[in-house]
């Protein structure tokens, strides 16, 4: 496995970012997808944190581009933020019920 360095860690969040799956990180990173799985079934250690951050980087930027289309009134883009809407509001009330 390459050392986890800042650049390393930054590139795991960029990839993250992109979209890519857990299987193609390990490979980056030179090694087996079950040396990773542990930090991704615990949701902890430094691979798994940084590529989380990447993900919700991306998916910030997509809602960021799916909100500015629905302002100008793109019926597919209002109605995927209101799916957006509805599974936050769903998965805010599975917190609370822990």
Request: proline content about 2%; some cysteine; hydrophobic content about 40%.
């Amino acid at each position: 496995m390459k050392e986890l360095t800042e650049d390393v860690l930054k590139e795991v969040a960029e990839m993250g970012k992109l979209g890519f799956s857990m299987q193609r990180v390990a490979e980056w990173l030179c090694c087996r997808p079950c040396e990773l799985s542990p930090q991704f079934r615990n949701k902890e250690g430094q691979i798994f944190e940084a590529y989380q951050r990447g993900r919700l980087e991306g998916m910030i930027a997509v809602r960021r581009a799916i909100m500015k289309d629905a302002e100008m009134r793109d019926n597919t883009s209002i109605e995927k933020m209101m799916t957006f809407f509805r599974q936050s509001e769903n998965e805010n009330l599975e917190v609370w019920e822990d």
